[in-house]
């Protein structure tokens, strides 16, 4: 162990842009933990049952784990090249990550460090980016590069994988409805889309403007799709239902560059705008349609926010930096 201080279908979109009306004055509390090992890439963290905060580092090839308590790490040494992009916590505590350059998914045993591998077929798709997982324990996820939406039957290790309808669209950023339906960017195309279990049929909805690239997205309970432009520097809500879209300006706007987003358990939107030094964690409220928080990453800078997630239990946020922390931040 070691510590370190806390430092296909296209669906048409009517569209409605509101600039930001109110002043945005709630801030977070940040605390920050350097990871001991340098310029490794540490990011996307989930935390387990016991408040371990367990994350990938990506640059460094390794999955780990901080306890915040005592600011002490661990680390689990995975098979050379893997380089994991992200991680997720099952229900039995076993840790999930992507090996973003092996063509694999991972399944690591925290009792024993061992991991076991399922390899993609004939090694497609090539780079497992964003994992999620379902309601029956089964795995969804992204390959970005090679264009990919891909399902893991976690039992059996059986994989099927889907092309993208649009050629080099990118699937990234991916999350579940309440239907247990995954939602999914696409980020080097103006669309958005989800996929239907039953089915396995792709229905892409464009975005309102031709020049939107969004990264990372949520859903709220009210079924509603949020996602970030990471281009536009707004913040964009999508009705399935209806097929309307109203957007709105983050403050910092086009200098934004909106990445990783979360939502709380009171149905607010959390984004970090990485386009400015340091980065910002920017609270929206869907209720009153405003900007309530702007909170500067002060200590690291943070250099990109890329993922997220929240944690009921500490009423946190909870993230890695390109500044080699992990960061926590706890909301009003």
């Known amino acids: 162990m070691r510590s370190a201080l806390p430092v296909l279908a296209v669906l048409s979109i009517p569209f409605v842009a509101e600039a930001q009306s109110r002043p945005a004055t709630?801030?977070?509390?940040?605390?920050?933990?350097?990871?001991?090992?340098?310029?490794?890439?540490p990011r996307d963290p989930y935390l387990d049952k016991s408040g371990r905060v367990w994350f990938v580092g990506q640059r460094g090839n390794y999955i780990a784990y901080l306890e915040p308590g005592s600011g002490e790490f661990k680390r689990f040494e995975i098979a050379e090249g893997t380089h994991p992009h992200n991680l997720i916590v099952g229900t039995d505590g076993a840790i999930w990550y992507a090996g973003n350059r092996n063509a694999t998914i991972g399944r690591l045993d925290p009792a024993t460090g061992k991991s076991t591998i399922i390899r993609m077929p004939n090694g497609t798709p090539r780079d497992p980016h964003t994992l999620v997982m379902d309601k029956s324990g089964n795995i969804w996820f992204t390959a970005q590069q090679a264009n990919f939406v891909g399902h893991v039957v976690t039992k059996t290790g059986e994989v099927h994988a889907f092309p993208s309808s649009t050629t080099n669209s990118r699937p990234y950023g991916i999350v579940l409805d309440a239907q247990n339906r995954p939602w999914f960017t696409q980020f080097?195309?103006?669309?958005?889309a989800m996929i239907d279990p039953a089915t396995m049929k792709?229905?892409?909805h464009p975005m309102p403007n031709a020049d939107s690239r969004a990264r990372r997205i949520e859903v709220t309970p009210d079924g509603l799709i949020w996602y970030a432009d990471y281009i536009r520097g707004t913040l964009v809500r999508y009705d399935p239902t209806t097929k309307a879209a109203k957007e709105w300006a983050m403050p910092s706007a086009k200098m934004s560059l909106p990445y990783a987003m979360a939502l709380d358990d009171r149905g607010r939107v959390w984004i970090a705008e990485t386009g400015v030094q340091p980065n910002r964690l920017v609270g929206f409220d869907p209720k009153t349609e405003s900007f309530f928080s702007i909170t500067p990453v002060a200590k690291s800078g943070a250099g990109s926010i890329r993922h997220m997630v929240y944690h009921q239990g500490t009423k946190s946020l909870w993230f890695g930096t390109d500044a080699?922390?992990?960061g926590r931040a706890v909301i009003p």
Do not use: D, R
């Open 188 to 192: 080097n195309s103006n669309k958005i």
């Open 26 to 41: 709630a801030t977070v509390q940040i605390t920050e933990w350097t990871v001991p090992w340098e310029k490794s890439g």
């Open 324 to 326: 080699n922390t992990i």
């Open 202 to 204: 792709i229905t892409e």
